[in-house]
C-alpha cells in the first residue's frame, strides 16, 4: 500500500471506527474522515475513471479543488451522484461506487478508449454534427456521457428549508485571516457571522507549525471562543456559493449526508473575503496518473486525517512555500525527493500505479509525485460581486483588484501568502483601520504549459482536455478564451475549472504567444461548488407555492359525499356521490337538462368597477361596446391583451350608472384583477376609477334547468321571476334573510339559470335553503365535471382550453365589435395587423364522428390529407354527451367557419379516425331554452 | 436578489415586484390612424438600454405601480416614484 493513516495526528476521532463499502469491498474509517481520507488511509488510490478516456484517477487534492474523485454514494437506501469524496463526509455504512467505471475504477473494461484517443479530441462531439452523421454517434456519445447515474427514485422529503437573515459583516473562510478579522470586527461591536465549508475551521492552519506561538489548534479555539463570546457566529460546514445582485450572499449550510442543505439568504454590510488561494497543477506527460497530487492537498490529508499519501514522494515545485511542506512529510514518514520542474521536461513513468518522474532525461524513483506550480487566489466570489481582478507578475496570478461595494480581500485570496504578514492586515481590515504595509517573501519562477511539448499533458482533469486540445482549438481559431472553453469544454466539469482555468488560458497565451492578462479569464458564476435544486426551490412548491383557494360551502359540500377536486387553483366539487364518476355526471348533466341542478359556483369573478370613469373603463378593457349596457342589464364579452389575443370571457353586470360588476372565469380571476389594476394605474386616472375584486368575499350559487324558477320562487328574494320581469341577460338585486343578494340571469348550461350571489357569511343558510327547495321537486347539486360537458353541448368555451395564445374574438365567432366598435379598446389596433387579418386563422368548430364511433381525444391533431400531412388544428374538449347520446367535441380549426359539413381527418399517437366539421353549438342552437 | 423600493411600502426583495413596462411610451390614439409599423413599435420596440433605465413596476402586495429609475448595467436602484399625484 503506497498511501497509508500513519498513527498519530489530524483532527479525526480514532475512538470511533466506521464501516463503508467502495465498488462493493468494505473498509474502515474514523469519525472526522472524507471518503477520499479513508480510501487513501486504506490504500484505495485509483478512486474513478476519467470522462472521456476512462483513464484511471485518484484524488488530486484534499478538498473543493478535486476534480478526479466523484462517485455515486449510497446510504441508508438513499443513492446520490455527483459526490465529491473529498468533500464528502465519511458515515458509517456508507456504500460508494466509482462512476464511469465498471465494474470497478480499478478494472474498468472500457479502459481500452483510451487507445482511441487520436480521434477524441476537442471539437470530436461538434464535429459529429457536421459529419459524417450525428445519430451515427448519438447512441454512444449519450452512454458515455456524463458523470454518475441518477437514482430513479424520488425523495418526496428532500425539501431544503430556507432562512432569511443578515449581518454586519460577513467574514467568508474560516482559515487564519478569516478567524483574525472576525474577531477584529467582533471586538468593535459589529454583529459577525463567520462562515466555513469545513466542519472544523481553521483552514489550512493545521499542516503549518506554530502560529503566534500556539499550536494550530488551540490558535484556532482561542480565535472561535473570542468570537463566539463577543456575539458572533461561526457557521460550519456551510458554503459561501454565490454572491447576488445587491449583495445577497447564498450559504449552503450542509448536515448529514443525504439531508438537503439549508440555504440562508444573508444581507450582509460588508463582506470580508478570507476564501483562500489553491495550489495549481504542473502540466506535464502523464500529469493525470494517480499518484500525482498537490502538495498542499497531501499535507492537507497528512494534517487533517493523519493520511500520508506516499512513501516515496518526489516534489515539483515552482515556489518557496514548496521546502516546508516537503520537510512535514518527511517528519511524517515519507522519502522526499525535491526536483525543480521550471527548467526542463518532466514524465510521470507508470501506469495504475506510478514507479516515478523523468526530468531532463533523469529518472527519479517515486511512487507519488507532489505538484505546486503557485497558489491561485479564489476569486470567484469576489467575481460574482463584480469585484475586478489584476494580474500579478510576482505571483503569476490573478488578484483581487477594484473591489465591488462593501466588500474587501485578506489572506492568501488576496495573494498574501505569508502568513503573520496576511494575520496582521487581516486584523486591520477586520478593525477596520489602516492596513499594514509589507513586502512579501513568497517566491516563484514562472511556470505555464508549454505547447508543442511531448507526451500527453492534461489541463482539465475532469473532462479529459490535454494541451493538445487547446493546441488544436487555437489552430481552428477558437482563440478567445470563452470560444476556447466550449469547443474544449474546459473547465466546464462540475469542478469549474478550479483546477483547470489557469493552465487552460495559460496554455492558449502561450500557444497565441501572448501575455496571460491579455488573454483573460472566463467569467465566474454561481454557485462556487455545485448545489442541489432543492436548495433553490426549498419549501415554495405544492400549495405553499399555490395555496388552495376553499369554498365557504366545502363543509356542506363534504357531508353531501361530493368528490373534491382543484379547479383552477379552487377544490370544489368535481360531483357528488361515491363509486364510479362517469355515473353520477350522467346523472347530474340529466338532471340539469330535465330538471335543475344547484351549482356552487362561488370561484366565479365579481371584480366591480366603481367610479365616475368607471363606464368609460369598463368599455375600454371590454372587446364589445359595454357603454351601452343599461342598469340592470348584463353583457357577455371578452377581454383581450394588447395583442388582441383573448385573454379570458366573463359577463358584465351593471348596478348602477357608475358600478360594474365583471364575473370573469373562476381561474382567472386574479390575473384579470392585475390586468385591470395596471390598466387602471397606467393609463387613467386612479382617482375616477376603482377596482375591488370581492371575488373570496361572495358566494355563488346557481340554480340551472328548466324548473330553476320553480326552485327560487320557494325562497323570499323581494324579486319578481317571471321571464318578462326578469328576462335573461339581467340583473336584479334583492334579500335573503335581510341580507342583500344579486341575482344575475345568465347560463352557462344553456338551461334557465340564476345565479345568486351572496355575502359568504349567509351563503351556507342560502345553500341549504334553495337545496331544501330544490330537493321538493327533485332537484339536486351538481359539480363542475357536469358543468364541463352542459356548457360544451351548448358550445360555451372556456378561454385558454378551447382557445389558445393566438385566439382572437373574430376566430370565436365574435366579428362585430373588430369592425364597428368605435371606442379605443384594449387590443383594438392589434385585430387589424396582418396576422389578424390572415384567412387561414383557426377559429372555433364543433366536431361530429361518424354513428357508433369512440370519443375524440382532446389535443388529437386535426390533419391535411395529401402527401405532406400538417396539422390544421386541433380538439380542444371532447366528451359523451348524455344529452346527445353521442360523443360531441370542440376544436380550433384552420378557416374552420368555411368548412362546416367537411370530413375531417383527426390524428392522435399514430391513429388516424375521420369526424365531421359543425357548428360548435350542439344542444338547443335557437336559444329556446334560455329565454324560458 | 435585488432589493427595489416600493413607494409605499419601503425597500422590498425583488420578488415582490413585476415589471410591466419601459416608462415613456405612449398608447398610440387607436380612435385615430394608427400605423402598422406605429402600432409595431408601440408593442415590440424597446430601447433595452444598457445604463440608467426608467421602467413602470408594481408591487404585487400592495398593487401600486410606480416608476423605477435603476441601471440595468450595475443593478444599481436609483430612485422609485409614486405615479400618483396629490390627491384633491
Ligand atoms: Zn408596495
Known amino acids: 500500500m503506497t498511501s497509508y493513516r500513519i498513527d498519530h495526528g489530524g483532527l479525526i476521532d480514532r475512538t470511533r471506527p466506521l464501516v463503508f463499502t467502495f465498488d462493493g469491498r468494505s473498509y474502515t474509517g474514523f469519525d472526522g474522515d472524507t471518503l477520499a481520507s479513508a480510501l487513501l488511509a486504506n490504500g484505495v488510490r485509483i478512486m474513478g475513471r476519467s470522462f472521456k478516456y476512462h483513464r484511471p484517477r485518484g484524488p488530486w487534492s484534499a478538498w473543493v479543488d478535486d476534480p478526479n474523485a466523484i462517485m455515486n454514494v449510497k446510504l441508508n437506501g438513499r443513492e446520490f451522484p455527483n459526490c465529491a469524496a473529498t468533500t464528502t463526509y465519511l458515515e458509517d455504512g456508507m456504500a460508494a461506487r466509482s462512476v464511469n467505471a465498471f465494474p470497478s475504477a480499478q478494472f474498468d473494461v472500457k479502459g481500452g478508449l483510451d487507445l482511441m484517443h487520436r480521434w477524441l479530441t476537442a471539437g470530436f462531439y461538434y464535429k459529429t454534427f457536421m459529419w459524417p452523421n450525428w445519430h451515427l454517434f448519438e447512441p454512444v456519445i449519450r452512454k458515455m456521457a456524463g458523470l454518475g447515474e441518477i437514482s430513479r427514485d424520488v425523495f418526496e422529503d428532500y425539501v431544503s428549508d430556507q432562512v432569511h437573515d443578515c449581518c454586519d459583516t460577513l467574514v467568508i473562510g474560516g482559515g487564519g485571516t478569516g478567524l483574525a478579522a472576525a474577531r477584529e470586527a467582533v471586538e468593535t461591536g459589529e454583529n459577525v457571522i463567520l462562515v466555513d465549508d469545513q466542519k472544523t475551521v481553521g483552514g489550512g492552519l493545521f499542516r503549518t507549525g506554530l502560529i503566534e506561538g500556539q499550536a494550530a489548534a488551540d490558535w484556532v479555539e482561542a480565535q472561535v471562543a473570542a468570537i463566539e463570546s463577543g456575539g458572533g457566529r461561526v457557521m460550519r460546514a456551510t458554503t459561501a456559493f454565490g454572491i447576488h445582485d445587491h449583495k445577497l450572499v447564498g450559504l449552503a449550510e450542509h448536515g448529514k449526508f443525504g439531508c438537503p442543505p439549508r440555504l440562508w439568504r444573508l444581507r450582509p454590510g460588508r463582506i470580508i473575503l478570507a476564501s483562500g488561494a489553491l495550489d495549481r497543477p504542473i502540466t506535464f506527460a502523464n500529469n493525470d496518473r494517480p499518484g500525482v497530487m498537490s502538495l498542499d492537498g497531501a499535507c492537507e490529508f497528512l494534517a487533517r486525517y493523519g493520511v500520508l499519501v506516499g512513501r516515496n514522494i518526489a ?333 379570458d370571457d366573463g359577463v358584465v353586470a351593471r348596478l348602477g350608472d357608475n358600478r360594474f360588476v365583471i364575473s370573469c372565469s373562476s381561474g382567472h380571476v386574479d390575473h384579470v384583477r392585475d390586468h385591470l389594476e395596471v390598466w387602471r394605474q397606467d393609463c387613467n386616472d386612479p382617482e375616477r376609477i376603482f377596482v375591488h375584486d370581492t371575488t373570496q368575499h361572495w358566494s355563488t350559487v346557481t340554480v340551472t334547468g328548466p324548473r330553476a324558477r320553480d326552485i327560487l320562487e320557494k325562497i323570499d328574494t323581494r324579486i319578481e321571476l317571471a321571464a318578462d320581469a326578469f328576462p335573461h341577460m339581467t340583473v336584479r338585486e334583492g334579500t335573503f334573510d335581510g341580507a342583500p343578494i344579486r341575482v344575475a340571469r345568465v347560463s352557462f348550461t344553456g338551461e334557465l339559470s340564476f345565479e345568486v350571489s351572496i355575502r359568504n357569511t349567509y351563503a351556507t343558510a342560502l345553500w341549504n335553503a334553495l337545496l331544501k327547495s330544490g330537493a321538493s321537486i327533485g332537484a339536486g347539486p351538481v359539480g363542475s365535471e357536469a358543468m364541463m360537458i352542459l356548457r360544451a353541448e351548448k358550445g360555451y368555451i372556456i378561454v385558454g382550453k378551447d382557445t389558445d395564445g393566438l385566439t382572437m374574438p373574430h376566430d370565436l365567432g365574435f366579428t362585430v365589435p373588430r369592425l364597428k366598435k368605435k371606442a379605443a379598446f384594449i387590443g383594438d389596433r392589434s385585430l387589424h395587423m396582418q396576422v389578424g387579418n390572415e384567412t387561414d386563422r383557426r377559429a372555433l368548430v364543433g366536431l361530429e364522428v361518424d354513428t357508433g364511433s369512440a370519443m375524440l381525444s382532446t389535443g388529437a391533431h386535426i390533419v391535411a390529407d395529401g402527401s405532406k400531412p400538417r396539422t390544421l388544428g386541433y380538439v380542444t374538449s371532447s366528451y359523451d354527451s348524455p344529452t346527445l347520446k353521442r360523443p360531441i367535441a370542440l376544436g380550433l380549426l384552420e378557416q374552420g367557419a368555411e368548412r362546416i359539413g367537411e370530413k375531417i381527418t383527426v390524428w392522435h399517437l399514430g391513429k388516424t379516425v375521420t369526424a365531421t366539421v359543425c357548428p360548435p353549438c350542439f344542444y338547443d342552437p335557437e336559444g329556446v331554452h334560455l329565454d324560458a | 436578489m435585488q432589493i427595489f423600493i416600493c413607494p409605499f411600502c419601503g425597500p422590498r426583495d425583488e420578488r415582490e415586484f413585476h415589471f410591466e413596462r419601459e416608462a415613456g411610451k405612449i398608447r398610440p390614439d387607436t380612435t385615430k390612424l394608427v400605423s402598422d409599423i406605429g402600432w409595431s413599435d408601440y408593442l415590440n420596440e424597446q430601447r433595452n438600454t444598457k445604463g440608467a433605465v426608467r421602467e413602470v413596476w408594481s408591487h404585487l402586495p400592495c398593487h401600486e405601480l410606480f416608476v423605477m429609475e435603476r441601471n440595468s448595467l450595475t443593478m444599481d436602484v436609483i430612485y422609485s416614484t409614486s405615479r400618483r399625484g396629490p390627491v384633491t
Open chain 1, 315 to 647: 516534489t515539483l515545485s515552482n515556489n518557496s512555500g514548496a521546502e516546508s511542506s516537503a520537510r512535514t512529510l518527511e517528519q511524517a514518514g515519507a522519502n522526499v525527493v525535491t526536483l525543480d520542474p521550471t527548467a526542463g521536461h518532466a514524465c510521470a513513468i507508470g501506469g495504475k500505479r506510478l514507479r516515478g518522474v523523468e526530468l531532463n532525461g533523469a529518472f527519479h524513483y517515486a511512487d507519488t509525485i507532489l505538484c505546486s506550480g503557485g497558489q491561485t487566489p479564489l476569486v470567484h466570489l469576489w467575481r460574482h460581486a463584480g469585484g475586478k481582478l489584476d494580474w500579478n507578475d510576482d505571483l503569476q496570478a490573478f488578484v483581487p483588484g477594484k473591489a465591488p461595494e462593501g466588500m474587501i480581500a485578506v489572506g492568501s485570496a488576496n495573494g498574501f501568502f505569508d502568513l503573520q504578514h496576511a494575520l496582521d492586515d487581516a486584523r486591520a481590515v477586520g478593525a477596520d483601520t489602516a492596513r499594514p504595509n509589507k513586502k512579501s517573501s513568497y517566491k516563484l519562477t514562472p511556470l505555464w504549459p508549454k505547447p508543442g511539448s511531448k507526451g500527453r499533458q492534461w489541463i482539465d482533469f475532469q473532462h479529459d482536455v490535454t494541451i493538445k486540445d487547446v493546441e488544436l482549438a487555437a489552430r481552428e481559431n477558437y482563440v478567445s478564451v470563452e470560444h476556447l472553453k466550449r469547443y474544449t469544454t474546459l473547465g466546464m466539469a462540475s469542478d469549474q475549472g478550479k483546477t483547470s482555468n489557469m493552465s487552460g488560458l495559460a496554455a492558449m497565451a502561450a500557444v497565441l504567444d501572448r501575455p496571460i492578462p491579455e488573454v483573460g479569464t472566463t467569467t465566474f458564476r454561481p454557485p462556487f461548488v455545485p448545489q442541489p435544486l432543492a436548495l433553490y426551490a426549498g419549501q415554495r412548491k405544492a400549495t405553499l407555492f399555490s395555496p388552495l383557494k376553499r369554498l365557504k360551502l366545502e363543509p356542506e359540500h363534504r357531508a353531501a359525499d361530493a368528490a373534491l377536486v382543484e379547479y383552477g387553483g379552487w377544490l370544489r366539487p368535481g360531483w357528488f356521490g361515491s363509486g364510479d364518476p362517469t355515473e353520477h355526471i350522467f346523472n347530474e348533466v340529466q338532471l340539469v337538462r330535465e330538471t335543475a341542478g344547484i351549482f356552487d359556483a362561488s370561484p366565479l369573478g365579481k371584480i366591480e368597477i366603481l367610479g365616475p370613469d368607471a363606464e368609460a373603463f369598463v368599455n375600454f378593457a371590454f372587446y364589445n361596446t359595454i357603454a351601452t349596457l343599461k342598469p340592470g342589464h348584463v353583457r357577455y364579452g371578452f377581454l383581450l391583451n394588447e395583442r388582441g389575443i383573448v385573454m
